[in-house]
Each structure stands twice: as C-alpha cells, then as structure tokens.
C-alpha cells in the first residue's frame, strides 16, 4: 500500500498477502547497494486525497514521512532535487532506470526496447489494460523491455523495468497505493490480446515494516503469466519500490525450466540498482 495510505491497512487480505511476500522484501534488503545476493509498465495512480484512491482497504491519507529515515540505507529526502519540470524529470529518469547488464549476465535488449514516453497503462473496469496520456501528477516515465534467450531447455524469459517520476511524495506514494488496489480488485488481468496474468496476489510494506529497511514503501505481486506465445502457465513477479517522488520496478515473465529463485534474482537485482541510484540523486549528502 502506498506511503499515503492509513498505515493499519485495515485488511486481513492485505496484511496476510504481505506476509507472503515478505521472503522477496528481506533479499532486496540484502542486495540494496545493487549488488547480486548470488551471483509488466508502470501503474496507474489515484490522484491524492481525491475519491479514486484505493477503495475497500482502510483508505485514507496521511502525513508523508519527514526528517530522516531512521535506516542508514534510506537516505533523508532532498527536496530541492525533486524535478520541477518534464525535461527535469526526464533526466532525471536517464540516471535512474537500468541497462540489460545491470540486471544479469545473460539479459539481452527486447524489440521494442524503450516505451511510448507519453503513454500510460490504464487498468479499466473489465481489467484489461489499456493505453492513455500521463496523467497530471506523472512528470516523466520510461519502460524498457528485455529478455533472457531461451537456450538448453529453458524458455525465453521476458523482463521490464521501469521508472516514474511524480512532483512529490505523495504522488508516489498513492502510485504504489494503487498498484494494491489494482491486485485486489483484479487477480486476473489482461494485458493484450493472447496475453494474461492469473492467480494474482500482492503485499506492500512501508519502510520498517516486514525487513523493508531498504526503501520507503514496497509492493511487490506475483502470480502466473499465460500467453498464447509462450504458454503458460508461468512464475510472473512485478517488484516496485519508492523513494521520495520516484517508483522504480522490475516485472519478471517466467518460462519452462527457470526456478522462482533465479526469477527473484533477476527481479531483486534490477530493482534493488534502481533505487540505489534514485538515492544517490535524491538523498541528502552524508554529514
């Protein structure tokens, strides 16, 4: 649940989905300097304060963390970093979101490579995904698409990373808000045509809760991935995390013959370099 979001959470669902998740969480939190532990486009937010946000699971706003962090490995905010502007933003987002060899040896480029910069994945009533504009409090976002070769057996492995940048904190916040609204409301989504996602569950964590000392609010859903391409079903991971007006994640479409420790690999190791490089452009110099 997003960092705006009333902190009891007030639901059993989530509160027993995120225990679940927590396995995942606790090796981000081993990996956060964005080194290996061993060797799916970005949400749509509810704008802040405004009926739309998450419904049906203990809404309601709240005060935005301030000071420090209390954890050495989420730096204090540097609000005077925060970009004001697109182009801002979009500089910001070229520091920030990974190329193929910062996520594994094996990870290649996808055709297409980089999204629509203007775009907008939107998960209607039906929960099918579609296509629109930013919305308002989106000031610049960016996927890119990669994948692992199918070789000796094993099947291609389809991998997204992506970053977002809002004006401030609580607009990412309500982002990863969300993301858990969306998974509770549509444990079955379609992303196109031959392509689902199925059986989905999600946990989210703000920082301190569940071994998240890493970020300030996680949220992480997996599930299974079936496409008439690569058939199915198979392991999918989504993994976001936030600091300060930045959300960063990596989504992980399995395929026969890779484990759900070398997907959570991929997705940790991805995910866990976004953020480290969203803190050093973010964070407040030590001392």
Same mark, same amino acid.
């Given at each position: 649940?997003?960092?705006?979001?009333?902190?009891?959470?007030?639901?059993?669902?989530l509160? #027993?989905c *995120?225990?679940?998740?927590?396995?995942?969480?606790?090796? %981000? +939190?081993?990996? !956060?300097?964005? =080194?290996?532990?061993d /060797?799916?486009?970005?949400?749509?937010?509810? #704008?802040? *304060?405004?009926?739309?946000?998450?419904?049906g699971?203990? %809404? +309601?706003?709240? !005060?935005a963390? =301030?000071?420090g962090? /209390?954890?050495?490995?989420?730096?204090?905010?540097?609000?005077s970093?925060?970009?004001k502007t697109?182009?801002?933003?979009?500089?910001?987002?070229?520091?920030?979101?990974?190329?193929?060899?910062?996520?594994?040896?094996?990870?290649?480029?996808?055709?297409?490579f980089?999204?629509?910069?203007g775009?907008?994945?939107?998960?209607?009533?039906?929960?099918?995904?579609?296509?629109?504009s930013?919305p308002p409090?989106?000031?610049?976002?960016?996927?890119r698409?990669?994948?692992?070769?199918a070789?000796?057996?094993?099947?291609?492995v389809?991998?997204?990373?992506?970053?977002t940048?809002h004006?401030?904190?609580?607009?990412s916040?309500?982002?990863?808000?969300?993301?858990m609204?969306?998974?509770?409301?549509?444990?079955?989504?379609k992303?196109?045509?031959g392509?689902?996602?199925?059986?989905l569950?999600?946990?989210?964590?703000?920082?301190?809760?569940?071994?998240?000392?890493?970020t300030?609010?996680?949220?992480t859903?997996?599930?299974?991935y079936?496409?008439?391409?690569?058939g199915?079903?198979?392991?999918y991971?989504?993994?976001?995390?936030?600091?300060?007006?930045?959300?960063?994640?990596?989504s992980?479409?399995g395929?026969t013959?890779?484990?759900r420790?070398?997907m959570?690999?991929?997705?940790?190791?991805g995910?866990?370099?976004?953020?480290?490089?969203?803190?050093?452009?973010?964070?407040k110099?030590?001392?």
């Open positions: 649940m997003g960092g705006q979001v009333d902190r009891s959470r007030g639901n059993a669902v509160r #027993a *995120g225990c679940a998740a927590a396995g995942l969480f606790l090796i %981000a +939190g081993c990996t !956060a300097d964005g =080194s290996p532990k /060797g799916a486009a970005s949400r749509t937010p509810a #704008a802040p *304060g405004t009926p739309s946000g998450p419904s699971a203990g %809404a +309601g706003t709240a !005060a963390p =301030s000071g962090s /209390g954890s050495e490995l989420v730096p204090e905010l540097d609000e970093k925060q970009p697109a182009a801002e933003a979009r500089d910001l987002l070229g520091r920030i979101i990974v190329a193929e060899q910062a996520i594994g040896p094996d990870v290649v480029r996808s055709t297409p980089e999204s629509d910069p775009h907008w994945p939107v998960l209607d009533e039906g929960c099918v995904w579609q296509t629109a930013l409090d989106v000031l610049a976002t960016s996927t698409s990669f994948h692992i070769p070789k000796d057996g094993r099947g291609r389809r991998i997204n990373a992506t970053v940048v004006h401030n904190r609580e607009e916040g309500w982002e990863t808000a969300r993301a609204e969306e998974v509770l409301r549509c444990p079955g989504q992303l196109r045509e392509e689902e996602l199925k059986n569950w999600g946990g989210a964590f703000y920082q301190g809760e569940q071994m998240n000392g890493w300030e609010d996680a949220f859903e997996t599930g299974e079936v496409s008439a391409r690569d199915g079903p198979h392991l991971t989504w993994s976001q995390a936030q600091f300060g007006p930045v959300t960063v994640a990596i992980a479409k395929a013959g890779i484990t420790e070398a959570n690999a991929l997705v940790v190791q995910t866990s370099r976004m953020m480290v490089q969203a803190k050093q452009e973010l964070g110099a030590a001392g």
